[in-house]
């Protein structure tokens, strides 16, 4: 490993005057031309170069604001507080923007001021930090306006003796191997997202967590710009060589846009004017398997850097913040940026980060688990439920065979099979087996098998402690189904067993499900297991009948590989937790749910 490289060091940010040119003069890379027609891709394809308004495809208002996008903050539960921010995207000659509140109590409220987060060439982000006080009984529509002026949006908070609802999504985009005839034998992008926003129109939800994968940015391998790195041969020379001012400019330009075009110009863009985000990242918001592959690759300067430019607009578009002002902004880790949050005074919710600290060997630093234990053990005694937010499933079938087939793949030597290269399932770009970061990504790898049990059990302990329920809830793996981990013991109803803590899977809002092969494979190695003594693990039988009534293929009625969200409801009368997976219908049209109860913890 390049040890002595420390990751926030040496980080170059490209730093713009006012004319947005680069410091320094600008940074050309190829592809890029003067007064070319604009690319699609790039800055000037979505904004005006010399004003930084948005171009017309990229206009939902008025003046040339981009957003609102609202983010659920936090339940100041003493002051009963529903604390949130607004992001928006403008142009730099504008004045600061302010956003007025009216939740039906009085007019409008006071402007509430902006901060300014950061500036990429014309354009400036711009976080709103909002309050609205939670009635002692009923829900409140709050409308608010930016500027007040232009459109009026909505968003609704719950009362403080009303349950929460919140929603569960992951893997919004499609992955570049994915045809467009594929695409529309599924219904093209927003048939689950329609049917999402449907219901949200009826019963509103409050929170939305966006699971990971909320856009694909593997585009940016594609780029001319990074074959001469890729065409060094000697791993340890590929390692040193450095990230290029003109590689800086491109990964700039390209996570700042493609973030503009995915989050605002898409029906993800239309929830969140009305339905606050909460986000945990996944490795396709950075780019496929980040954190999963060898040292010599983790640890080259050009993935060590570009990995900053992705978490730098991870932070700015799913965060409301910036490095600078996260710690301030409640994210914490050694590294990396996780946050706990309470949905109320029953429901607790927590997003690890499991991308910025992984490495082959680790998904979260050992330092950070004490920092989250330290945060959940501090929690409120009226917490009845944890919700853990993961973008990969804790539970789920084993891959070991797999696993093993690649690493005889790697034992006979790459190059060996360099003549296979262009069958893109075997060889990826950097060279390593294409499937050997999938598996290294999953919990139940055994690289990680440790590392899982460590923080089961640390959880096991806090809910005995603290008797509270905790449930597992990831993305990822572009199917659903759910599963639990227990006590061994027979004998032990849910309701009384500390160790019962069932996963959620639901995945994908928009990317293709796996076929049916991948499905198979994958159902034969869901058996039961052991944790440890005391504890097992298995899969529910959830799909003994598929959405339209029959037998799933092959009997395969653990994991159903359909497009799908999950929405989660409290039961304040027993307390239990009420979920649903809601699965897209085969004709395209609407979804059919599957509830799953998940009872509280009783004393």
């Known amino acids: 490993a390049n040890s002595q490289f420390n990751e926030r060091s040496g980080i170059q940010r490209v730093q713009y005057d006012e004319n947005g040119i680069p410091h320094g003069g600008p940074a050309y890379y190829p592809g890029q031309t003067l007064n070319a027609p604009a690319d699609p891709d790039c800055y000037e394809g979505n904004f005006d170069a010399e004003s930084g308004e948005p171009l017309a495809h990229l206009r939902r208002r008025p003046d040339g604001i981009i957003g609102p996008a609202l983010m659920f903050v936090e339940t100041d539960l003493e002051t009963a507080t529903w604390h949130g921010s607004v992001l928006m995207l403008v142009p730099r000659g504008y004045q600061s923007p302010t956003v007025t509140l009216n939740d039906g109590t009085g007019g409008p409220s006071l402007p509430f001021p902006a901060i300014h987060l950061d500036t990429y060439k014309k354009t400036v982000f711009y976080r709103v930090d909002i309050q609205v006080k939670l009635d002692i009984n009923k829900e409140k529509t709050v409308e608010y306006k930016i500027n007040n002026s232009g459109p009026s949006y909505r968003f609704f908070v719950p009362a403080q003796t009303t349950p929460w609802r919140f929603c569960f999504w992951s893997c919004n985009g499609w992955s570049l191997s994915v045809s467009d005839k594929e695409k529309k034998e599924l219904g093209g992008d927003n048939v689950v997202w329609d049917d999402l926003l449907a219901k949200h129109k009826v019963v509103p939800f409050h929170v939305q967590v966006c699971g990971g994968d909320q856009l694909y940015a593997d585009k940016i391998w594609q780029s001319d710009i990074w074959k001469p790195w890729l065409s060094i041969k000697d791993k340890y020379v590929r390692r040193d060589a450095p990230f290029t001012r003109e590689m800086a400019a491109y990964a700039d330009d390209f996570y700042f846009t493609h973030y503009v075009k995915c989050f605002f110009n898409s029906k993800f863009g239309e929830s969140m004017t009305t339905l606050p985000i909460s986000c945990i990242i996944d490795d396709h918001d950075v780019w496929d398997g980040i954190g999963s592959y060898p040292d ?145 990504d ?134 239990s937790l009420i979920v649903n997976i809601h699965v897209q219908n085969d004709t395209n049209k609407g979804t059919k749910a599957y509830p799953i109860n998940v009872p509280a913890l009783d004393s």
């Open 442 to 575: 999953h919990w139940t790898s055994e690289v990680h098998m440790e590392e899982r049990k460590q923080f089961v059990l640390r959880l096991q302990e806090f809910a005995r402690q603290r008797n509270v329920r905790v449930t597992f809830v990831a993305g990822d793996v572009h199917c659903c189904g759910a599963g639990r981990f227990a006590s061994s013991s027979p004998q032990l109803p849910p309701e009384r067993d500390y160790r019962f803590m069932p996963q959620i899977i639901s995945s994908a809002i928009m990317n293709v499900p796996p076929p049916n092969l991948v499905i198979r494979a994958v159902h034969s190695s869901a058996k039961t297991y052991d944790l440890d003594r005391s504890t097992n693990e298995m899969m529910y039988r959830l799909f003994e009948l598929d959405v339209n009534g029959k037998t799933p293929p092959n009997n395969n009625c653990k994991l159903l590989a359909r497009r799908n969200f999950s929405s989660y409801v409290e039961n304040l009368s027993n307390h």
């Open 296 to 440: 010599y690759l983790q640890n080259s300067q050009v993935f060590v850097q570009l990995k900053e430019y992705a978490f730098k607009y991870w932070l700015l578009f799913q965060a409301h913040t910036t490095q600078r002002l996260c710690r301030q902004h409640n994210y914490f880790g050694t590294h990396g940026y996780c946050w706990l949050k309470q949905f109320g005074p029953y429901t607790a919710a927590l997003g690890p980060d499991t991308r910025y600290e992984r490495s082959i060997n680790q998904i979260i630093a050992p330092q950070t688990y004490d920092l989250m234990f330290d945060r959940i053990n501090r929690l409120p005694f009226s917490v009845k439920h944890l919700v853990v937010f993961l973008g990969v499933p804790i539970v789920y079938p084993r891959l070991t065979y797999i696993e093993k087939t690649l690493a005889g793949i790697k034992s006979i030597g790459l190059t060996k099979i360099s003549f296979l290269a262009k069958q893109r399932a075997l060889v990826n770009i950097w060279g390593e087996p294409e499937l050997s970061d999938d598996m290294n």
